[in-house]
């Protein structure tokens, strides 16, 4: 048939023809399950729940005996997202990454503008080191997690940060 049109739907010119339909910056609506994903997998941990966590605490000393008054990092890792929380000087900060960066509660450290991607976390940590003058301890890291048999490979990544 000459002079017939396709009646295949065609594409809106100016939407993108990305599956994921990536918004700012090229950022995956699921980056915060992608990045959780890829910290398991970089593990070699395999969850066998469903909704997975770990939580890793930091302090600045050994071991952590007053959580209200005690310098804190803590990481948060949820098959769905991640955040960090830090206690420092009576202020916290808490943000969490879902499909962005959000600050959940309070920012008094203004952390969001630096929240790094998950990979590059310790070089975070290294910031809040340099600039409030502390040293945290990694290797005494509180860990809650119900990934079983995580633990040597979580200590191993503190280890690295």
Not at 4 to 26: D, E, M, V
Request: charged share 20%.
């Amino acid at each position: 048939m000459t002079g017939s049109r396709s009646t295949r739907p065609r594409r809106k010119t100016g939407t993108s023809g990305h599956p994921l339909g990536t918004p700012n910056k090229g950022l995956s609506p699921n980056t915060g399950p992608l990045a959780t994903a890829a910290w398991l997998l970089a593990r070699g941990l395999l969850p066998h729940v469903r909704s997975w966590h770990v939580q890793v605490t930091i302090g600045t000393s050994d071991p952590v005996v007053d959580e209200d008054a005690a310098t804190l990092f803590r990481v948060e890792l949820f098959s769905e997202e991640w955040g960090f929380w830090f206690r420092h000087a009576g202020k916290s900060s808490w943000i969490r990454v879902t499909d962005l960066p959000f600050v959940h509660g309070r920012d008094d450290h203004d952390l969001l503008a630096e929240t790094p991607s998950l990979k590059n976390i310790g070089v975070l940590l290294g910031t809040l080191e340099r600039r409030f003058g502390f040293e945290m301890q990694p290797r005494c890291a509180l860990l809650r997690t119900n990934l079983v048999g995580a633990e040597i490979a979580i200590r191993n990544w503190l280890a690295a940060l």
